[in-house]
């Protein structure tokens, strides 16, 4: 019986478990093939005893469950992995071993679950012989060559019934409310809750924004008698001829920078110009808890064709989601670079023509 791994990398999002529910099912179900669950990304493939037979049986009940029941990391990529030794860091290219380790472990071919950062390793994978297929996973939807990944919609409904709770509690104290929500270096999550929640202003990475023009708008809103406001701004916004804002820098061979700060920044700007200013920063709320259904089936739909894709030895392609079709894309073509709003076209166009300020 051929055997097919799986593991999951990067940061965690909701409808990781329902892809690897459907990978297990269609694994037993359509193909005759075992699986085996690889812990941490891919420390798994490094360290023993990181794995485990996966069942029909043992992912019962997983379908509605946030997170990844496998654990995940984004310190393990075997290109650069960090090890200590005599007390010192070093990072190696453990990549040989990780592809012995495959070979060993006796599977035939190896499930990606992953973001960008994930998807290069599994590139890199595929490029020295292995046999992999990748499935995109974000919150942050910045995956190219995909209409949507899963876990987006989720923190979208997530950060937007945020925004309705704030709209009450601003609009009886008649505050400015800011939020900062996730996205990384692109706008999806902050432009989609920015209109499915009635904000007023949204700052997105695509778009560097000017603090007079955001401070003008919500002004003039208070001229016309909107005593309130909402600002979304995504975390990695930034003003004209600024920089993002970084909490912590990048580690070599470990997790990327993180990014934060600015809502508060944008709020001190505004209580400067004598409003009233609350910032609240959404964080982890967005990629916890349980994905919506739109993400349980996307996730169900993405790990029964990657079990097709491994079926038909199609390795070095990603699963993808184009119109209303499943369809696949040569992992080459997904590592180019990453999927940024239009800023001339679409959702941005439709804000405007409503009034949302993006600060421009
Ligand atoms: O990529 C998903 C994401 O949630 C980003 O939106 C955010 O910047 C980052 O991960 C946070 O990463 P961490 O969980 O390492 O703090």
Redesign the pocket.
């Known amino acids: 019986m051929k055997k097919v791994g799986v593991l999951t990398g ?2 965690d ?1 909701p409808g990781l478990n329902a892809v690897i529910r459907a990978v297990v099912k269609s694994a037993s179900e359509k193909y005759d093939y075992k699986v085996t669950g690889i812990e941490d990304g891919f420390e798994g493939l490094v360290l023993p005893d990181k794995t485990r037979d996966l069942t029909p049986q043992s992912i019962r009940g997983i379908l509605s469950v946030g997170g990844t029941m496998l654990g995940t990391t ?1 310190r393990a990529n075997p290109f650069e992995y960090k090890i200590t030794i005599d007390g010192r860091s070093e990072t190696r290219d453990i990549s040989r071993e990780v592809l012995g380790n495959i070979q060993s472990m006796g599977l035939d071919a190896l499930i990606v679950i992953g ?1 960008d950062g994930t998807l290069k390793i599994a590139y890199e994978l595929f490029k020295r012989g292995c046999p992999v297929v990748g499935v995109p996973k ?3 939807n ?1 995956i190219l060559a995909t209409d949507v990944t899963f876990g987006f919609r989720t923190a979208v409904q997530t950060a937007t019934d945020a925004l309705d709770r704030l709209h009450t509690t601003a609009e009886s104290h008649h505050r400015v409310m800011v939020v900062e929500v ?3 270096y692109v706008g999806w ?1 902050a432009l989609e809750t920015g209109i499915g929640g009635g904000a007023d202003v949204i700052l997105i990475p695509e778009i560097p924004f000017d603090m007079e023009r955001v401070c003008k708008k919500i002004d003039d809103r208070k001229n016309s008698g909107s005593r309130s406001s909402i600002v979304v701004v995504a ?2 916004a930034k003003p004209v001829g600024g920089d993002i804002s970084i909490l912590c820098p990048a580690e070599t061979g470990g ?2 920078e ?3 700060g600015l809502g508060n920044k944008v709020g001190a700007n505004i209580s400067c110009h004598g409003r009233e200013v609350r910032v609240t920063v959404l964080g ?1 709320v ?2 916890g808890g349980s994905p919506c259904a739109f993400d349980r089936i996307l996730s169900t739909q993405f790990g029964v064709a990657a079990m097709d894709l491994i079926a038909n030895k199609r390795f070095g392609e990603m699963v993808c989601l184009r119109g209303k079709r499943i369809e696949s894309v040569s992992l080459s073509e997904v590592t180019q670079g990453q999927k940024k709003v239009p800023t001339e076209e679409g959702l941005v166009k439709v804000a405007e023509s409503i009034g949302i300020s993006f600060g421009r």
Do not use: V
């Open positions: 990067g940061g999002c984004n973001g974000t919150i942050d910045d996730m996205g990384r999550i975390e990695g997790s990327a993180r990014l934060g982890h967005q990629r």
